[in-house]
């Protein structure tokens, strides 16, 4: 029997006095926990918690998940799906972004996915084969309960834009709850949040200009989210395009930043802005202005905030 373990390439080291990192592998990324205590057993235990965590949202809510719930639903051909409170919270944020973005943030527009591959690469997909998915894209079509969730045949939902960022805020919870006072650093792939601490944790932000270049940030509490170019993006023409796909179009998002970095009260709303924000493209900047929270815009022209 596989153990976690060995499922997550769990691993634990002592970075300096005080202060344990915890890594594991999940939903595609590197996730990472910074524990401050002296008690190596105390710091095994966050991270356990942690990692178990962030695999149980993952089999649930990733599309890649053969028995998961996502998959149920992408796969029930119209037929009402059963669903808890856990997963209708999720799909109402969904329906909210929806509605507030005016239909540019849709999860069921992760079909795109079959033809878009952001791989670094200049293969861009053929223009006739964009036209067949976004008849198979739209939120309004879909029938939202307070247990059950009809999606139409032939559509598709991808978490993506929500999971990894949720499942932050849940880790985080988490160990608070069974560990009160404990300072820690919840990082999954860039998606970070922190417990509340006198001693502020010094973030690294990459800039537009590679990852190997980085800004600091102080986080003394709340989170932050970055949504950007930097890993997956595809080259046309010599100019870099974004990740980010207009549901309405089926192509990236014209004038897109190269990054936006959103600090906000919970990880989601961190990420779910920041995203918002890069599918507003040129206008980015006016849409963040009007949030109220603190935010970083970086652009490849140097016009970065």
Known sequence: MTTLAEKTALALTLTEPGLFRGRFGAMACRCELLIRTHQRSLAQQVLGVAAREALRIEHKFSRYSNDGLCHAINHSQGKPVSIDQETHQL??????????SEGLFDISSGILGKVWHFDGSSRLPAPERIPPLLDLIG???????????????????????????????RVLALCRHHWPGLALLVNFGGDIAVT??????????????????????????????TSGDTERYLIRDGKRLSHILNPKTGYPVESAPASVTVQAPRCTDAGLIA??????????????????????VQRLTDEAR
């Open 91 to 100: 799909l109402s944020l969904a329906d909210a972004a929806w509605r507030l």
């Open 196 to 225: 509340p601490t006198q001693a502020p944790w010094r973030v690294g932000v990459s800039a537009a200009n590679g990852p190997s270049t980085t800004d600091a940030l102080l986080l003394s509490e709340g989170a932050i989210a």
């Open 275 to 296: 995203t918002l924000a890069m599918l507003h493209g040129e206008h980015a900047e006016q849409f963040l202005g009007a949030q109220g929270l603190p935010f970083r």
């Open 139 to 169: 939120w309004d079509r879909v029938t939202l309960g307070p247990s059950s969730f009809i999606l139409p045949s032939g559509m598709a939902i991808d978490f993506g834009g929500l999971g990894k960022e949720y499942a932050v805020d």
